[in-house]
């Protein structure tokens, strides 16, 4: 009788029925594609952290450089000449990896002290370092007797990401003319391939680098930069002086161009036993903030970042993106589902009031109140239910909307806090290079959209409660009357 | 059956302080078996007799004893099982539910006793065929006609095999001609049956054929006319 009353009903105010149904679907729909939005943003948001830290990894710990503690360059000279003009020209060919600017390194003996930290599961240490390169000549005016001896110079130097440029360097009276290049270089744990910045690799051509390659002068190419520079597996390419055989293109978001094996880095930037970055995994997620802590005491003056607070790092449109589904997606959504909760309530009400007369006549022949709310739940909640059902269809559409329309994001993160210009320049003074000092990176995003089954679970639990609050408010009315006030009431 | 004393229905008026006093004071005994008739101008209390003989409503004083059980104390679940399993209900206006049809409509009865579905069906059947009605058991209320309707009216409330039937001018919305059917069905199952009947009317002629009438007026009842050997006020 239940099902049979309830169908018949349904279908006798199936107009009514679909129009609170529909109002329920576009709550449901908005809801879902919310969201399908908000995880898309959060994916995205793992995926930059990803980049950027390493799968897995918990905690990054690094150390403020020191100020004039930027990594040594000394430029040889290479052969000289002198025009008639009574200019000395030198030849210059330089090559050099040091530390990127900036950061600070951390000792091996600091490194093994984080990993033997209980709550700590894993602890990796990495070596970010720039790579130098120049070529060209220095013309300097004679006023002399022109030295054999080779120019050099020693300085400090800090710059941004990897880029090449080439013009004439002008340091007072001498001026240089040529090109210079610089690209980045990761110093991965090879026997580690989970916790760190070699977990954010995926091989695309070639090979991974693996622990038989840890003191291999391999290297692993981001696939970007190889195609910006049509650089192949087989490939050999000078880094810090020191050939490197490619060994193959990794595809990752990461703004690293190359990636080797750690005693490499150390060997070629002359930094033996150090790492810029330690990458810690907590063993577990509620041990977080408390390992933080520890590692502060025992690595003192380094920087303990969290995952969560490297999260809050990520700025940029796809930090923009995440506000405004906090902000207003959210309030939106709730706003609709308020919406359509509420009407459905009214049009429930409105309906049952009708059937006043009708529910009277049941309680006068013996149901109970009960069995009339339940009745008028049950036919609340297949309207509910028809309601989610549209609704996710709604949903669904919406999320591939956004898959199809959203604009790419990007996002900006930094590993260090630290800010410092080594000063330096070449011999003869007046020259110096000075770029950003901390590592700025930029990762790009497509933003998708995906429905989780939590999300359809949500769907349904929605339409259950607006169907459930629908039903209870209207079925109250019906059964609070006595049968002879329903049955005095005129519908 | 029923046996009530000092029975009094104070209604809130529209006004704050304004009382509608309904029935004021209703001595009556109603016996087993009995067809009793009220009739009465209309506003002066006989829907509202009905009403608290049916357990639909509670009065505000007095006593209401059915079967010896005071009514007026009873709590609500005791009084819903009381009407599911004792009283059958006809409305002047049928009061049947329009999306279903006239089996599944008397089936509606037996739902609260917890009948199984296979014999409801049956019953409902049967109770359907007794009154005439054997051929339109899948009709909607829509499909039949007035005096139809009644019929079914009659088998939802004969369907439990109740020992009270009450009817609210039963007739009220039908032809002479079709009266007469119902009434006559009325009178039939009240012989067969052995049940009592209580009704209300304005139809004189009805009230001429049932064995013992009672007037209100004001809210105050009187007999005006006693079956042979039947107790009275």
Known sequence: MFFTYLGRELRRRSRQALVIALGLALGIGLTITVSAYSSGVKAAQEQVLKSLYGVGTDITVTQTATRGSGGSQSFGATGQSQTGTGTKTTSVAQDTASVTPGTG????????????????????????????????????????????????????????????????????????????????????????????????????????????????????????????????????????????????????????????????????????????????????????????????????????????????????????????????????????????????????????????????????????????????????????????????????AGAAAIKKFAPTLTASGSTSSASNTSGGGFAGGGGGFASAASKANDITVHLTAPVGMGILGLAVALAVLGGLLAGGIGGWRASSLRPAAALAKVS | MYEISGLTKIYQGKGKNEKVHALQGVDVVIPDNDMLAIQGPTGHGKSTLLQLLGGLDRPTGGSLKFDGQEMAKMGEMSLTKLRAQNFGYIFQGFNLIPTLTAQENVETALVPLGVSKVERRERAAKALTDVGLGERLGHLQTELSGGQQQRVAIARALVKEPKVILADEPTGNLDEETRDDIFGLLEKLWADLGLTVIMVTHDSALSKRVPRLAQIKNGKLTIKRERAGATGV
């Open chain 1, 105 to 396: 390194t951390i000792t091996s003996a600091t490194l093994a002290k984080i990993d033997k930290l209980s709550g700590v599961s894993d602890a990796v240490g990495s070596l970010s370092l720039s790579d130098f390169n120049v070529s060209g000549a220095l013309k300097q005016s004679v006023t002399q007797t022109p030295s054999t001896s080779s120019t050099s110079g020693t300085g400090g130097n800090s710059r941004g990401s990897g880029g090449s440029g080439g013009g004439s360097f002008s340091a007072g009276p001498p001026s240089f003319n040529g090109s210079f290049s610089s690209t980045t270089i990761e110093g991965v744990d090879v026997t580690n391939s989970a916790t760190g910045p070699l977990s954010s690799l995926s091989v695309a051509s070639g090979r991974a680098l693996t622990s038989s390659d840890a003191k291999s002068a391999v290297a692993v190419v981001n696939s970007s930069y190889a195609t910006q520079k049509s650089i192949k597996v087989g490939a050999t390419e000078t880094l810090g002086g020191t050939k490197f055989t490619v060994v193959g293109i990794a595809t990752t978001t990461s703004s690293e161009d190359y990636f080797i094996p750690l005693y490499e880095a150390q060997t070629i930037s002359k930094e033996t036993g150090k790492v810029t970055t330690v990458y810690v995994k907590a063993a577990s997620s509620t041990q977080i903030n408390s390992v933080a802590s520890e590692i502060k005491s025992a690595a003192s003056g380094a920087t303990v970042s969290t995952s969560a607070e490297l999260a809050s790092s990520v700025s940029g449109s796809l930090s923009s993106a995440g506000s405004l589904i906090v902000n207003l997606g959210k309030w939106l959504s709730i706003a609709v589902l308020a919406a359509a909760f509420l009407i459905a309530a009214l049009l429930t009400v409105s309906a049952v009031s009708r059937r006043t007369r009708e529910f009277g006549t049941l309680k006068a022949i013996g149901w109970t109140s009960r069995r009339v709310v339940r009745q008028v739940i049950g036919e609340s909640i297949i309207t509910g239910l028809v309601g989610g059902a549209i609704g996710i269809g709604v949903g669904f």
